[in-house]
């Protein structure tokens, strides 16, 4: 991993064999980011990502081993009890042109990623969600 920071934009680079989450997490934690915004692409060979279900409160998992284009990945930095909490989505392609989309849950580097992130001057936190009961982190308003 490499950055540079240019006023609330931190333009990162991941590299090969790192693990995204992971990586994002650390970025956090070191520049003490508690909101923000993520966006991204790059290149992976090892990917994680899950669909939820409401009614069953639980996530499907879908894990791909192959080379895959990430066309983008997209979400937010917000707390959980005091520590970074990443809600990522992320889609990429195979080499059929196929495309996958869903939660990211862990995606490994194969050649680069490029990620922006918008750092926002605040404080969003998450709590289970028990006004709907869906089982899900919400944002929680100082």
Do not use: W
């Not at 862990?106 to 089982?135: C, Q």
């Amino acid at each position: 991993m490499d950055y540079r920071i240019f006023g609330n934009q931190i333009v990162l680079r991941i590299d090969r064999g790192e693990e995204v989450m992971e990586t994002l997490i650390k970025l956090c934690e070191k520049e003490k980011i508690r909101l923000g915004s993520i966006v991204g692409l790059g290149a992976a060979d090892y990917l994680v990502m899950g669909l939820y279900d409401v009614e069953k409160q639980q996530f499907s998992e879908i894990k791909l081993e192959v080379p895959l284009e990430i066309t983008s990945i997209i979400g937010n930095i917000t707390e959980m009890d005091g520590k970074p909490y990443l809600h990522l989505h992320i889609n990429a392609s195979d080499a059929n042109g196929h495309t996958y989309g869903g939660h990211l849950k862990a995606v490994r580097i194969s050649g680069t990623s490029e990620i922006f992130v918008t750092v926002v001057d605040g404080h969003v936190g998450r709590e289970k969600d028990t006004l709907t009961n869906t089982g899900l982190n919400l944002f929680k308003f100082d």
